[in-house]
């Protein structure tokens, strides 16, 4: 067997990059598709929900899928530095591929309103963070608005190369599930995610998507096999920060779960189409139901996920009680991040199923028999 190095090598005749590109990967992709258990069950819903748990990626989110891809375009047509605005998750996996390239990588994030993980993850990696006085969208508005003269290639979803590298998720769903799914699940902030996977989906299909910009005819799509079905693709916002539910932007978003807290989304043109091809909807969750479903995955099925990434699943469960989405339905859900990222949104809630004890042999015994 030879050694995985990520999704440039997997699907590079697949991806719109020159066969000379140098590919600076982390081994990123190839993340597991986990069946559910126990929540099934103990929800009572009759369907098979897997996850994907994109949070297994080298900077655990699904983002090192569209960086590395990314950035190994900049590099290739010559970029020194990358520039992204970012709830959290892009700036960490920006300035982790940046480091790997040797290139500078800024960061533009929201004032107080980043997990602590991802902060760090930027910090560490060497990026330059500036912290604006303003929310992701005002990022977002000030790195088009910089990129315009300053040398630095924009690394945010609005790179084609972003959702080219994001795509791969579905090619890999399809690889393990043998099929696309019934349903796809995903969180929706600036809604570059659920894009890609349509693009992916439609490219196992080969099917063209008027949310695909590129689709030579000399990419190889064999091995998918030649079944036409594509998923529906549901997309899930936070209720305070649900611009596909408005129908329009959102001006002050709010959400427990930072990473979506998105009041304009960038590709929401591309993610309309989305969701009018794949006959899917989009729908909100308060952030306690996000919270609720985050915990539940934890103690019921060992998988922790960030806030939101757990409105997918909380998302589908809730259509599936409701039966939106049929008895009997394969459903993939997105895992985006990893719940690590983000320890406080935990903690906040009390240390529980902490037991101080003294350092002594009875002591410790108790506090076992009592919980047994
Ligand atoms: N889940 C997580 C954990 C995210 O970090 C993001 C986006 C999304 C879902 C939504 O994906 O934007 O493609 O619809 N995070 C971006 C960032 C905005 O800056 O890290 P989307």
Redesign the pocket.
Known sequence: MSRYTGIIEAYRNRLPLDLEARAISLGEGRTPLIRLENLPRLESVEADIYVKFEGVNPTG?F?DRGMTVAVTQAVHEGSRAIIC???????AAAAAYAARAGIKAFVLIPEGKIALGKLAQAIVHGATVVQIRGN?DDGMRLVKEVAQTAPVAIVN?INPYRLQGQKTAAFEIVEALGRAPDFHCL????????TAHWIGYSECAGLESGACAHFPDSWDFSGFGTQRKRPRMVGYQAAGSAPFLRGGPVHNPETVAT??R?GN?QSWDLAWKVHEESHGWFDELEDAEILATQRLLAEREGVFC?P??ASSLAGALRDLKQGKIPAGSTVVCTL??NGMKDPDVILKNGLTGLVEVDAERGAVERALLERL
Do not use: D, L, R
């Open positions: 989110s983002k605005a970012s709830t959290g998750n892009t700036s992701f979803s969180p929706v902030g600036n809604a570059g995610n659920i990473a979506i998105i989304p960030e939101a990434s985006t991040g």
